[in-house]
């Protein structure tokens, strides 16, 4: 109620905030390289989905090693000793919604475990808690179907009230809704084993100096940089290394 409060009080500033953000926003192309791969030696030990929308696509990196695909592939391959087979389904400025059109509509390779990095556009969008919910349930259940994924990661909606492209009150505003679907979605996902949610680094969350979360981004101030997808795909990849092969 506090929110729907806020957001009328606000309803001007906002719109003409976020106007302003996207005319002046620094535009990133997504980081070039192949869409899918495999690395690590020795045994196969994991297959890999990432679905998602311009962080997920490696926006702020020039190639998709330095991005979120080549990060986190590489990192499970070390975690786990042998190789890791990736496949990355994302574009930029897809919401849930079409990202969930977007894998449909793709051919997609085996999967043992599937991450999602999706959120901020539904933010963007004022997508409401259920209908998130529900896109992400979708995305899930056609991975385990086409793809016979057995567990799915949700990376968290990434802290936007410590984005420094946005100014104030709009950051603060997109930061109160991104904690919202956040919660939303721990809740949901309480207690179930298949599918859970993890929360981004806390590097990334403002907690340290404006300029300590500055070095972790892109140029843009919206996306992580190189340094800032590193981060993230460690946290990654140790919750899927537990999750994933704790009854193996």
Same mark, same amino acid.
């Given at each position: +109620?506090? #929110?729907l409060?806020?957001? !009328? ?8 905030? $976020? ?13 070039? =390289? ?10 196969? +030990? ?13 926006? =702020? ?5 330095? !991005? ?16 890791v087979?990736? *496949? ?6 897809h %919401? @849930?919604?079409q990202?969930?059109?977007? #894998?449909?509509?793709?051919?997609? *390779?085996? &999967? ?8 901020? %556009? ?8 259920? @209908? ?5 349930? &979708? ?13 799915t ?23 109160? *809704?991104? +904690? ?7 809740? &949901? #996902?309480? =207690? ?11 590097? #990334?969350?403002?907690a340290? %100096? ?10 843009? $101030?919206?996306?992580? =940089? ?23």
């Open positions: +109620m506090k #929110l409060l806020a957001k !009328a009080a606000l309803a001007p500033l906002l719109l003409l905030q $976020g106007r302003q953000v996207r005319r002046k926003a620094l535009r990133l192309p997504e980081a070039t =390289g192949p869409r899918h791969g495999e690395v690590g030696d020795g045994e196969l +030990m994991l297959r890999l989905l990432i679905v998602g929308d311009s962080s997920g696509a490696g926006v =702020g990196a020039s190639h998709q090693d330095e !991005a979120l695909a080549g990060r986190l592939s590489r990192a499970l391959a070390r975690r786990l000793g042998g190789r087979r990736w *496949q990355l389904v994302a574009r930029t400025g %919401n @849930s919604a990202a969930l059109i977007h #894998l449909q509509s793709t051919d997609l *390779q085996a &999967a043992d475990v599937l991450v999602t990095a999706l959120g901020v %556009n539904d933010v963007v969008g004022q997508v409401g808690p259920h @209908s998130w919910l529900q896109t992400l349930q &979708a995305i899930d259940a056609h991975a385990r179907q086409v793809a016979g994924v057995r567990y990661l949700h990376s968290a909606i990434p802290p936007m009230h410590a984005f420094p492209l946005l100014p104030q009150p709009l950051r603060w505003w997109m930061g109160a *809704q991104a +904690m919202r679907l956040n919660q939303r979605l721990g809740l &949901a #996902l309480a =207690g179930t084993a298949e599918r859970g949610v993890q929360a981004m680094p806390d590097e #990334l969350h403002g340290q %100096n404006r300029e300590a979360v500055q070095a972790l981004m892109a140029p843009d $101030g919206f996306h992580p =940089g190189p340094a800032g997808y590193r981060l993230w795909a460690e946290s990654l990849s140790e919750r899927i290394a537990l999750e994933a092969f704790k009854d193996a």
